[in-house]
């Protein structure tokens, strides 16, 4: 029997995932907590895979067009993945599914999504508030040996091990918060290859941190994640393709609003 509830959230979350360019982990974690009841360790642990194998389409599309900065990935992932294990393994010591880790995924998760909405607002502000999308400029020639060194050189390490800490603990790292901080990271990399870094190198930081949870604390809903994928995959594909005709300033404050409210109401404030 197909659930057709899981499908349907799975296609809203991909198509705005595809609309707006905000990161999918910010949005499921949320609807399997409070709109499907799943426990916050399950939501995490199926929210990684699910997010790892949406965005691997993207992944494939950036370094079609040659966007993805291959340099920043690979020390990005590296520090990402040496994160992610030192957050499993903390995980699989004091156990997923206490209470005390239950509390500390909600608190994180909740910060995480202030700083989501925060970094998306911002995002709109320096869009100028266009009604709507614009083509992407043409990248100016740039030395890519250049553009891909950090500003201080044990950012990518340090921020790349907090990115892969939290994205076991929360689902949410990359997107929003992503792209800011590369921005403050690697001044001098053009906009699009930011973008294509963020997600490039969260796509394997997921999967593997999706795979642990999977392994090593049993937190991973394998009936749920198809069927969310089922609905996801046609949705990002239909997102990407409305996306010079949508009012995206609106549609991005209007995220950056609910997920301000979900992350007020998961630390408990409201």
């Known amino acids: 029997m197909i659930e057709w509830a899981y499908v349907a959230g799975g296609a809203v979350v991909g198509f705005i995932v595809g609309l707006t360019g905000v990161g999918g982990g910010s949005l499921m974690t ?12 399950v939501a995490v642990g199926t929210d990684l895979l699910f997010a790892g194998l949406t965005k691997g389409v993207g992944v494939w599309s950036f370094a079609r067009r040659g966007l993805v900065p291959w340099r920043v990935v690979r020390d990005l992932g590296g520090a990402s993945v040496a994160g992610v294990a030192a957050m499993l393994l903390v995980l699989h010591t004091v156990g997923a599914a206490s209470k005390e880790v239950e509390q500390a995924i909600r608190v994180a998760l909740g910060v995480m999504l202030l700083l989501t909405a925060m970094a998306t607002a911002i995002k709109v502000m320096q869009a100028g508030w266009r009604w709507r999308a614009t083509p992407a400029p043409v990248l100016p020639p740039a030395d890519d040996e250049t553009a891909q060194r950090p500003r201080w050189r044990w950012a990518p390490w340090g921020f790349g091990a907090a990115i892969g800490a939290l994205v076991v603990l929360t689902s949410v790292g990359a997107g929003a918060v992503g792209v800011v901080a ?49 609905g996801s995959w046609p949705g990002i594909w239909l997102g990407s393709r409305l996306v010079q005709h949508a009012p995206v300033a609106w549609l991005r404050t209007a995220l950056s609003a609910m997920l301000g409210w979900v992350g007020i109401k998961l630390l408990g404030v409201v």
Not at 30 to 41: A, C
Not at 182 to 187: G, H, Q, R, S, T
């Open 182 to 230: 590369l921005m403050a990271i690697y001044p001098r990399l053009p906009m699009a290859r930011v973008v294509a870094a963020d997600v490039t190198y969260a796509v394997p930081v997921t999967l593997i941190a999706g795979l642990g949870h999977a392994a090593l604390l049993g937190t991973v809903d394998w009936a749920l994640l198809g069927w969310l994928l089922l």
């Open 30 to 41: 949320p609807l399997l907590l409070y709109g499907f009841g799943v426990s916050p360790s």
